[in-house]
């Protein structure tokens, strides 16, 4: 087992995707993603430490349970797709590994998920008007649906279109069928009620990059893995000292858990 | 039925540059000054750790909230306007200091040109060198008038900054020293003097040294930690109306900020303005707040909101050209203006662009205003080009060369190799008014009172749009001479037309400025001409845009309007400055 210093060592995880597939064989059973629920959250939490704990539950991160997605069975389209996205490489974790899904689970079930910040007003833009509009999060924006509604829609439309194409849910499909899947999405190509599903791409991408890259607060970038990964600092206070400096200078990213404690 | 309070010498809308600068003035006099600001009160206390970037720059915690007041917007007049729904087209500012907390503090002041662009035009070029549609005006004051106002404000603010090569005179040098330098902004600097050019330091208000201005308030020095943009400064390093001209205001004694409290009209009878009516958000109780001075120093919107709801002014009328108020709404138009250009990705350097604060960088004025002739050129006015290396955040920045795949592996590895080794330059480009760009209230869409939206309809001139595909090219030829090994361009098409992206705060116009009734709203102190104690104050009074930053000269006005409002209160009234009648005989 890898020491506590160095969680990027753990972070390449190779059976991670293959559980993936392999989940998909008994979900929609009802006991069956009973029990799923829990492996899935063993699985995706990383083993970093807690060596010499006895008490198997001290190693299960609490913030590792879901909060919007009612089914198991969207929470694992999401983590497939995301991962999809953002996948793990020699360079580091993918989405799964950096809490992702966890993250994206979180925003949908608060204000984000329900456009609380945004105008409201009807009349909205039907369906043919959005496919007019240019940019793809303008689309969302004007969708009657909220993004939670889009999401749900989305990923139970990338399921069914994999099952339907491939006899294999999209979790469960070979990642060439996946990319199948996923470009007609991003291209529009596949029919959603809420959206044209080219700005379902363009949301369920820029929230996979949040959570990838978003202060650790918010349950995403585990361990800052993200930020180091694009070899971001994080929350430093300064950078009067360094940035000056002629040759790139690395520095261990810091998060606001750690800034705001020292005030 | 609102509750009449007890009548002070100044009610004014809002708490930015305008309103804060508004307040120092007068209530240094010795003047009973109330604000009311529709945001929540704020402090620099709020800022004290607030590296946020989802909260304050994808989730816009600083912004307007839009579910209950927006904008409707639309791209030419035969269109239906649709409501600006999200932040992301939309980065209003709002509370306590509004848009002037977080801004990135490049303050810079607009040309001589500028303020006598009509008549400058027809002299140098003659009157057909003005496109049709195009309805530029002179403002009635000349860049001299100003130049005082424009010194005050930046020793105000604290500005660090150095000569313009190319800028027009000044009466003294910058308050602070530029800002700390780096590698990509001195490659920028080397590759645009190779090829001619007259690069210069963004005047920033960011502290380059720790620093105390004229009223007496210190301004920290900055720490270049990149939380600048769309957030408050951490260490009341940035020079903004919380920690100067409220602070100056609140220390006479003279002064109150009631926050939560959305004006909601301009009380008048037909000449003079008795008050402002408006709602405290908290409780929903109406009070009217009547004043011998009332002034809107809220942002374009809310100011031409509010005059066109108050009935104050003709409204604009696009099909007769009559009346004024709407008339002339410009903008840094975000894919006209703003962010277009050239991106370079280099494959063999890397720099420290996750360090930075809001205005470092440099640009490069030598296509600014009338600064080139324009004889053979078919646009009038210009641009500038700009780098920046403000610190970028790494929600916000996932650059990676045009023909690479969307999501997956290689988009992954580029994503993570570029991010620190790619660099964009940007044409900031005027936008002049016409003819068919303006403001009036939307037909449909209600804010959450139920009064009307304002709605921008925003048409894009020829002259628009070359303008902005110059800017593109001398871009790629400055980042070409940079060394970039690919160069992705952030193109103007031919038939681009308005995104209905509201996405820098530099909104302009719809109360403009001049110095004939029948074609302007406020004078020169930016004095209603129908109303002499209302003053309409902000970038709502700017009668075009430059290429050039609003938020100095918006200061400089206000400078202006108070020394204008404190001898109308000192005298018998009346206005300042007398109409010249000159459109109608």
Known sequence: MADNNNPKTESHDPGRRNFLKNTGLVVGGVAGGSLLGGLFTNQMKSDDGKKGTSDETAKVDPSHARVFFGRFE????????????????????????????????????????????????????????????QKDDEKVNHARANRGKIFLEGLR??????????????????????????????????????????????????????????????????????????????????????????????????????????? | MAEELKKVDVVIVGTGWAGGITAAELTKKGYKVVALERGKEQSREDFIGAKDELKYSIRYEMMQD??????????????????????????????????????????????????????????????????????????????????????????????????????PPRSDKYPNPPLKTTPSIE??????????????????????????????????????????EEYGCDFGAKGDPIVTVLETARKTGNFEIRNESTVTEVIHDGTKAIGLKYIDNITGAEYIQPADIVVLAGFVFTNNKLLLKSKIGKPYNPETQEGVIGKNFTGHFSNISTYIGARGFFDNEKWNLSMGTGALGAKVDDYAGDNVDHTDLDFLHGY??????????????????????????????????????SLIIRAKTAFLPN?????DLD?????????????????????????????????????????????????????????????????????????????????????????????????????????????ETIGAFAYRASEGMIEYLGGEGGLLVEAKQTSKA
């Open chain 2, 66 to 167: 839009l579910s209950k007041d927006t904008v409707t917007a639309r791209s030419s007049m035969d269109e239906t306007a649709k409501p600006v729904r999200n932040n992301n087209y939309a980065r209003f500012g709002n509370d306590t200091g509004g848009a002037s907390v977080h801004w990135n503090g490049v303050s810079l002041r607009w040309l001589p040109y500028d303020f006598e662009i009509h008549s400058q035009t027809v002299e140098k070029y003659g009157a057909k060198k003005i496109p049709e549609n195009c309805t530029i005006q002179d403002w009635g004051v000349t860049y001299d008038d100003m130049e005082p106002y424009y010194d005050k404000f930046e020793k105000t603010a604290g500005v660090s900054g150095e000569e313009n090569p190319v800028g």
């Open chain 2, 443 to 551: 037909p449909t869409y209600k804010d959450e009172l139920g009064d009307p939206l304002i709605r921008a309809t925003v048409h894009y001139e020829e002259q628009d749009i070359k303008r902005a595909q110059h800017g593109v090219e001398t871009c790629k030829e400055i980042m070409t001479e940079m060394g970039a090994d690919i160069i992705d361009l952030v193109d103007v098409p031919d038939d681009v037309k308005f995104d209905s992206k509201f996405y820098t705060n530099h909104f302009l116009g719809g109360a403009i400025m001049g110095e004939d009734p029948e074609t302007s709203a406020v004078n020169t102190y930016s004095q209603m001409w129908d109303m002499e104690n209302l003053f309409v104050l902000g970038g709502s009074s700017f009668p075009h845009n430059s290429n050039h930053d609003p938020t």
């Open chain 1, 157 to 263: 439309l990338m399921n069914a279109e994999s099952m339907k194409r491939f006899d294999a849910s999209f979790d469960q499909a070979t990642e060439e069928q996946q990319h199948e899947i996923m470009g007609d999405l991003a291209e529009g190509k596949l029919d959603m009620k809420s959206t044209p599903s080219d700005a379902f791409f363009a949301l369920l991408k820029q929230a996979t990059l949040e959570g990838a890259f978003s202060d650790p607060l918010y349950g995403g970038n585990k361990n800052m893995d993200g930020w180091r990964m694009k070899e971001f600092a994080g929350a430093r206070p300064s950078y009067a000292d360094v940035i000056e400096s002629e040759e790139f200078v690395k520095l261990d990213p810091i998060s606001l858990t750690d800034y705001h404690r020292k005030k």
């Open chain 2, 187 to 228: 490659l920028f600097k080397k590759a645009s003097t190779n090829l001619g050019y007259h690069p210069y330091r963004l005047p920033a208000a960011n502290m380059s040294e720790t620093y105390t201005n004229p009223d007496g308030e210190t301004i920290n020095a900055c720490m270049y930690c990149a939380f600048c």
């Open chain 2, 384 to 421: 500038e080009i700009r780098y920046y290396h403000l610190g970028q955040r790494p929600i916000d920045n996932n650059h990676v060369p045009e023909g690479t795949p969307a999501w997956g592996k290689e988009y992954k590895e580029k994503n993570l190799f570029y991010h620190n080794r």
């Open chain 2, 435 to 439: 003819r068919y760009t303006y403001l």
């Open chain 1, 74 to 133: 969207d929470f694992i389209v999401l983590a497939a797709a995301t991962e999809l996205i953002f996948p793990e490489d020699d360079n580091g974790p993918g989405a799964i590994g950096l809490d992702v899904p966890y993250y994206i689970d979180k925003q949908l079930a608060g204000t984000w998920g329900i456009n609380g910040d945004d105008y409201r007003q009807a009349p909205f833009t039907n369906l043919e008007g959005l496919k007019k509009i």
